[in-house]
Nanobody, 129 residues
Framework: QVEVVESGGGTVQAGESLRLSCSVSGSASDEYVMAWFRQRPGREREGVACMYATDPSKYYVDSVEGRFTVSRGGAKNTLYLQMDRLEPKDTATYYC??????????????????????WGQGTQVTVSS
């Protein structure tokens, strides 16, 4: 049973930083395409950042470019999101997705397919002004 678990959310003031972590367990694969999504109050789930398993390239949506940094950990199937200069509009539940090999990071620019494999339960980030 594959399980995706996020951690690191919390409440901060505008301008502060948070670091989210994601890990995947229960799978022999180490080739997941891993991405961060978020769901802001009253809105659909949207992409934030993405990385492939063996490609160091990083992909972001415009709204976080320059403030957020995605990275993969030394352990297989781990993903981080360093969020700096947080703004109240970043308040959301942040989800990690481990997608099957062959999935494109373009997924962060499309509506989130929550029926597809594999999603975590989310971690809440609240930014106060």
């Amino acid at each position: 049973q594959v399980e995706v678990v996020e951690s690191g959310g919390g409440t901060v003031q505008a301008g502060e930083s948070l670091r989210l972590s994601c890990s995947v367990s229960g799978s022999a694969s180490d080739e997941y395409v891993m991405a961060w999504f978020r769901q802001r109050p009253g809105r659909e789930r949207e992409g934030v950042a993405c990385m492939y398993a063996t490609d160091p390239s990083k992909y972001y949506v415009d709204s976080v470019e320059g403030r957020f940094t995605v990275s993969r950990g030394g352990a297989k199937n781990t993903l981080y999101l360093q969020m700096d200069r947080l703004e109240p509009k970043d308040t959301a539940t942040y989800y990690c997705r481990a997608a099957l090999r062959g999935t494109s990071c373009q997924m962060i620019h499309r509506p989130a397919d929550t029926r597809s494999k594999y999603w975590g339960q989310g971690t809440q980030v609240t930014v106060s002004s």
